[in-house]
């Protein structure tokens, strides 16, 4: 308990994440008003425009790139070592496969998303 009323020892998004039906739902409501198309245009007109601020141009900018490219991989460097000291064969076997499965469903995750 956190001392909020009501709260019955729950702490945190009681809600959960949005699923990603409810993502679509958005990006559909999204597309009615006002097409992809279209916020690329604005995105490109912000970028050439003279009276728009640098921070303005450089989201626009980074928008569009990552529009044509795709956003780029973000390299993370983690220390595991004291994670895995101890751990059997068997635990560190399981723990890689479990690692494998997660990376298999997130591409497929990914990939689901782009289609």
Same mark, same amino acid.
Request: hydrophobic share 35%; glycine share 6%; charged share 30%.
């Given at each position: 308990?956190?001392? @909020? @009323? /009501?709260? @019955? ?7 959960? $994440? !949005?699923? /990603? #039906?409810?993502?679509?739902? +958005? ?10 198309? &279209?916020?690329? %245009?604005?995105?490109? /007109?912000? #970028?050439?425009?003279? /009276? ?10 980074? %928008?569009?790139?990552?529009? #044509?490219?795709? !956003?780029? $991989?973000?390299?993370?460097?983690? &220390?595991?070592?004291?994670? +895995?000291?101890? !751990?059997?064969? %068997? &635990?560190?076997?399981? +723990? &890689?496969?479990?690692? $494998? ?15």
């Amino acid at each position: 308990m956190d001392g @909020r @009323r /009501n709260n @019955r020892g729950t702490i945190g998004n009681k809600g959960g $994440r !949005k699923s /990603n #039906v409810y993502k679509k739902n +958005l990006a559909k409501a999204i597309e009615m008003i006002i097409s992809t198309d &279209e916020i690329i %245009f604005e995105m490109a /007109n912000i #970028v050439k425009d003279m /009276n728009s601020s640098p921070a303005d141009k450089i989201k626009a900018s980074t %928008f569009l790139i990552n529009q #044509v490219h795709g !956003k780029a $991989r973000q390299k993370m460097d983690i &220390e595991v070592n004291s994670l +895995l000291d101890g !751990k059997t064969t %068997f &635990e560190l076997e399981a +723990l &890689e496969s479990a690692s $494998r499965l997660m990376l298999e469903m997130k591409e497929d995750n990914n990939n689901t998303e782009e289609l």
